[in-house]
């Protein structure tokens, strides 16, 4: 059945109340009487009945809202107990005013209500008691609820707050991580570099620096920190830091990678290490030296297609102090391409679960090897992008050197 309030909308709060109490006391009547009808109760007569429970509900409804406060003083289950004592109290004055009404207007004599409240008043305090209990459980339930809700809302509401914080700090983050990596990479004469750097989430562990020694010589250098998030990029910086402290024309290669895996010794936790790839191309003599620390084999692309992977290497920094790192040389040709990358290219998974791995790499660079720095870099970074779908499971860095 259709509220009555919902009919008339601009009626006001109080009486729209008052509607609904009417319309509940009119359906505990129908029910009420559909009970004693089945159960062939002698006074089961509609019109009584209605006018009975309507003048016994709005009775005693009033009277618990106004009792109802003081039992509230007391705590569980004390309060219950006094409700309970008051409820039974406010049952039989409001049931006996329902006979007195019932009588009035009926016209019937004042002596018939001992019999009338000894054989249906009592229903009707078992009626408020069994009414007034649910609805007391009822309200208590809903303000729980109500109170539970508002907590959640607010719990909500924080979360969101630090949620959002938490997103424009690791933003700031990122901006500075990306601040931190080369925002525009030297070139010089004889050669062609170009980079990409993809982290996994917001922030991550890879890098990739280049500096610029002179006009015909210049050190790359290429990194991966154990782990990713937070931890992972302040140690990426880190690194690069201290890279950018050592390096210069005069350190050879393993030197500078020694210097690095002291300073990582002495301030690394037990948990962490770096693998890091450091090599120089020098154009007048043509001439790659490179010096790698447990970091993955660069491949050197010769102009005729062939793949060469570069392994001589030692451990990963910031595992084993005082441990010499030695280099190595290779001769350069017009037409070779170097590329660097770590552990995200090649360990990138397609919807099988297989890897991109390190000969479907060589493979792709072998076959554009013909193509410029720039555009090899993109083939080899699109193919995997659709290679993986573009779901990154770990920071992918390549850098790509091309020898003019």
């Keep these: 059945m259709a509220s009555l309030t919902a009919r008339f909308p601009s009626l006001s709060l109080g009486v729209r109340h008052f509607l609904n109490r009417q319309q509940m006391l009119i359906v505990a009547a129908v029910c009420l009487f559909a009970v004693l009808k089945v159960t062939s109760w002698p006074h089961a007569d509609f019109e009584p009945i209605i006018i009975y429970s309507l003048v016994i509900g709005n009775v005693a409804w009033q009277t618990m809202d106004f009792l109802s406060p003081f039992s509230d003083r007391f705590s569980r289950p004390y309060n219950w107990a006094v409700y309970s004592i008051l409820l039974f109290l406010a049952a ?54 109500e109170r539970r809700n508002l907590e959640l809302q607010r719990t909500v ?28 990479l030297p070139q010089v004469r004889g ?103 447990g970091h993955l084999p660069p491949i ?20 084993f102090p005082n441990r010499p790192f030695q280099e190595t040389v290779v001769d350069l040709e017009p037409g070779d391409h170097l590329v660097l990358y770590t552990d995200g290219l090649t360990e990138a998974v397609d ?33 995997v992008t659709r290679f993986n779908a573009g779901s990154l499971r770990d920071d992918l860095t390549v850098v790509v050197i091309s020898v003019k």
């Design 300 to 319: 050197l692309f010769r102009k005729s297609g062939a793949a060469i992977t570069l392994e001589e290497g030692g451990p990963p920094l910031g595992i």
């Design 92 to 145: 039989l004055g409001s049931s006996a005013v329902a006979m007195l009404v019932s009588i009035a207007l009926y016209r019937a004599p004042l002596s018939v209500f001992r019999v009338q409240f000894r054989t249906g008043g009592w229903l009707g305090v078992i009626m408020v008691v069994i009414v007034g209990s649910l609805l007391r459980f009822y309200g208590e339930a809903r303000a729980a609820l």
């Design 157 to 184: 509401e924080h979360g969101k707050m630090e949620s959002q914080q938490q997103e424009d700090e690791i933003g700031k983050a990122r901006e500075i991580q990306e601040g931190l990596l080369p925002k525009q």
């Design 191 to 293: 050669l062609e570099i170009a980079g990409t750097w993809r982290p996994a989430r917001a922030i991550g562990g890879d890098f990739y620096d280049v500096v610029k020694f002179s006009d015909r010589k210049i050190g790359v250098c290429i990194g991966d920190v154990v782990g990713k998030g937070i931890s992972a990029a302040l140690l990426m910086a880190n690194i690069q830091a201290s890279f950018r402290a050592f390096a210069s024309e005069a350190i050879p290669p393993g030197v500078l990678v020694g210097k690095m895996n002291e300073v990582l010794c002495n301030n690394l936790a037990p948990d962490k290490f770096i693998t890091l790839c450091y090599c120089t191309l020098d154009t007048i003599r043509n001439k790659l030296v490179y010096s790698s620390a």
């Design 351 to 383: 919807l099988k679960g297989q890897e991109f791995g390190g000969s479907r790499l060589a493979g792709l660079g072998s076959q554009h090897v013909r193509q410029n720095a720039g555009n090899l870099l993109e083939t080899i970074a699109n193919e």
